[in-house]
């Protein structure tokens, strides 16, 4: 089993996927995020997927792939927001390597995602509402699987990543 790897967790908007391969080139890994690896593989974009498929086809796929992304090894892994909400998810993320939750509030989320199209979850009368109803219910389990939290609120990506670096612990620094 693989346990090299360095996997995001945290909300819609909270930077995964340009930290994480602002991270990768700095540590010269591969970069996933997740949600691209599902997009390749079906052949059709998230909102898509959502469509014909439901939320529920869509965690279905979710697992398929981080199933096939945790047994890889030396990666810098972008999770789903959402992924954690699966025990069977949780079980992969925690075996697959060292897990950072970038911590953002609700008001950077929704700044960082005013013109967002593709998330299918957003695409309501109240996004604030519901992204307040995703946190509360995920934050508790975003803090419960990190080994770190790094606060990512009105902090460019770059900084981000620069504040992490130093804190990685250091057999993952020679992988
Ligand atoms: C989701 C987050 C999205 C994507 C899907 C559902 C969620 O990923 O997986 O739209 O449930 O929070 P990002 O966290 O990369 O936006």
Redesign the pocket.
Known sequence: MSANNIILI?????G??TIGQLLAQRLNRDFV???HY?EAKTGVD??RI?DIEG?EG?RVR?TKALKELTERNNLVL??????V?REENRKMIRAAGFIIFLDTSVNQQLER?KH?K?????QTENPRERLEA?LSE?KPIYLEMADLRIPTDRKFARKVANEIIPQLPEYLMNS
Request: aromatic share 6%.
């Open positions: 945290g909300p819609m908007g909270s995964k996927s995020d997740s949600d599902i998230i909102p959502f939320e869509f979710e972008a999770t789903g927001g959402g992924s909400t995602l967002d593709k998330r299918p979850l957003l995703l995920r």
